[in-house]
Antibody
């Protein structure tokens, strides 16, 4: 059974940094498209970043240059390093296993809350 | 960037049919995916590539896509279908979500 468990969400000041982690089980993060999607309080869904099984990485324009996605195959985890955080980054961040062709979001974690406020 | 437009809300009586639309420029040429999100929960994929239902999704959920509109149809609506529904497409190397539709079961 596929399971994704996020951790690392916290309250952080504007300009600060935070690292999110996602522990995966039931599959290998190295073999699938892995994503982060976020949802602001009361808002809709926004794609953040993807890490292809082959290693290619892409980011949404809103986080490009500030966020870094990575994986640790020995621990079977996905991470998101977030720097220079802004109030607009406040959201629940979901870790997601992508579909086989990388076009959709097949399995979701429960999410972790990041709050950016002074 | 590509934009997907959904009506903010749809209300439907139990047992009736709900039709949720997702509008986009020539969306019929793209694969559309639909997600259901109940309050306090993570989204769940309910329709894949326009019309395919993932394992465990009831047959009451169906999808279509043509021209500038994709549609998620929920037949014989139940109280448990009350949720937010989002459409999604791949746009080059980016992923776009619709604005979401809140389905209220009367």
């Amino acid at each position: 059974e596929v399971q994704l468990v996020e951790s690392g969400g916290d309250l952080v000041q504007p300009g600060g940094s935070l690292r999110l982690s996602c522990a995966a089980s039931g599959f290998s993060v190295a073999d699938y498209y892995m994503n982060w999607v976020r949802q602001a309080p009361g808002g809709g869904l926004e794609w953040v970043s993807i890490l292809y099984s082959g290693g290619d990485i892409f980011y949404a324009d809103s986080v490009n240059g500030r966020f870094t996605i990575s994986r640790d195959t020995s621990k079977n985890t996905l991470s998101l390093q977030m720097n220079n955080l802004k109030a607009d980054d406040t959201a629940v961040y979901f870790c997601i296993k992508g579909g086989i062709r990388g076009t959709n979001f097949e399995s979701w974690g429960r999410g972790t809350l990041v709050s950016v406020s002074s | 960037s590509y934009v997907l437009t959904q009506p903010p809300s749809v209300s439907v009586a139990p047992g009736q049919t709900a039709r949720l639309t997702c509008g986009g420029d020539n969306i019929g040429g793209r694969g559309v995916h639909w997600y259901q999100q109940k309050p306090g929960q993570a989204p769940v994929l309910v329709i894949n590539d326009d019309r395919d239902r993932p394992s465990g999704i009831p047959e009451r959920f169906s999808g279509s896509n043509s021209g500038n509109t994709a549609t998620l149809t929920i037949s014989r609506v139940e109280a448990g279908d009350e949720a937010d529904y989002y459409c999604q497409v791949l746009d080059d190397t980016s992923y776009v979500f619709g604005t979401g539709t809140k389905v209220t079961v009367l």
